[in-house]
């Protein structure tokens, strides 16, 4: 027991140490251009894991023995071993819009995971029990939004002649959270509470090019984020089943699952630094407007809500849909009240496929094979228009057999999707998701000494 406790110290560790270095920096591989990124709390960032993202991002009613499942708490009750989870993604855009085309790379570390069961199953296979509860928890980690744009505008003006606009951003929000799960029979419930804080930094230079003496105007406002947020969840497994050999019935392997997740309206607290000057190279001098410290804000995160279906034919075949709805229109920050968002919502498709998950001589036929499509419509508005994205994925989990015979995995999932509203300005993007799910089943293991 003491053991599992040091795993346990050691991963939790490692997770805060985690935070502090990502916290610092909103992505490993600066992502220079994202122009919707102005907008709300920046570009949203997918929640769900590599495992997932090859199905379109299946969560309402996904669960797995050996993957987590973060979005619905739920599902981990499944779990059969310890999994830690952990998430890279690399991302190429190409900007379309005005005539004019931009390509831009971009990475960032997806995630941290560790989740476990509480009852572990070996336990129950030595002590021939079969129980009718099932606990998890996990502890995670992950961006929830990203900032970063570089926009340069230029009007004529006929009074002042030629003026530019140099519109830059920067920063992000992280998400950290605890969750837990608890079934009985084939009915699950799960709840997850979180703290998410971050920084949002955005600038905006003014000069009158036109004007030989003018003065250039810069605005600077830099808002940190913290607030608590919490999610719940609910999965129900109908199991089919068929005669066994003592007349008893008996599972076929073969199972329909419905879930469901949400939260309602959660409050924020905002910080602001505000500061703004006038400044002239050809006079040497410079001008502070106003200069705001610590300025107290509040704002409102929306309510969700997303609801699925899943068949499974488990180590062959499992397909999903589901449906989710955010209320945007009730988001509000008083540190940026331009913000103007709209209610979106995301529907998706997606499947996985096993040739035969037992093969001793070729290992691609236990190779999971998963592919999805997903169409959604964006929070953020341009030109009075609401951005929609669409995106078909594809990927692919390799096991990899460890030692004492533990099945872990490499999951990757790549997603080709477009984000924008035609016509104006559009991001066409290739993602790539590289996951690590290691697992061990000796966690919380009973051991017995005659």
Known sequence: MLSNIYKCLIAVSFCFIAWGSIAQNTNIVPKINSPFSRFGLGDLVDQYYAAQGGMAGLSAAFNDPYHLNILNPASLTQLQATAFEVGLDAKYSSLDGGGTTEGIWSGNLSYLALGFPLINPINEVLDRKNSDIGLGMAF????YSNVGYNIITSTDDPDVGLVTNRLKGTGGTYRLNWSNGFSYKDVAVGVTLGYQFGKLTNSRLVTFD???LAYATEFLDETSISGFV???GVQYTYKFMKPGRNGEPEPTGQQITVGAYGNNSTSFNTSSDRFAER???AFVSQDTIFNEVDVEQKGTLPAAFTIGISY???NKLRLGAEFGLQNWSGYTNEAKSEDNLQDAWRVAFGGEYIPNHLSY????ERVRYRLGFAYSQDPRTFNDEQLTRMGITFGMGFPIILPRQRTSFVNLSLEAGRLGIEDVLTENYIKM??????NDNTWFFKRKFN
Do not use: C, K, M
């Open 210 to 212: 036109s004007l030989a």
């Open 361 to 364: 001589n070729n290992y691609f």
């Open 433 to 438: 998701t590289l996951g690590f799910t290691l």
């Open 279 to 281: 400044y002239s190279l």
């Open 230 to 232: 919490w999610n719940v």
């Open 140 to 143: 995670s980690l992950q961006p």
């Open 312 to 314: 499974e034919d488990i």
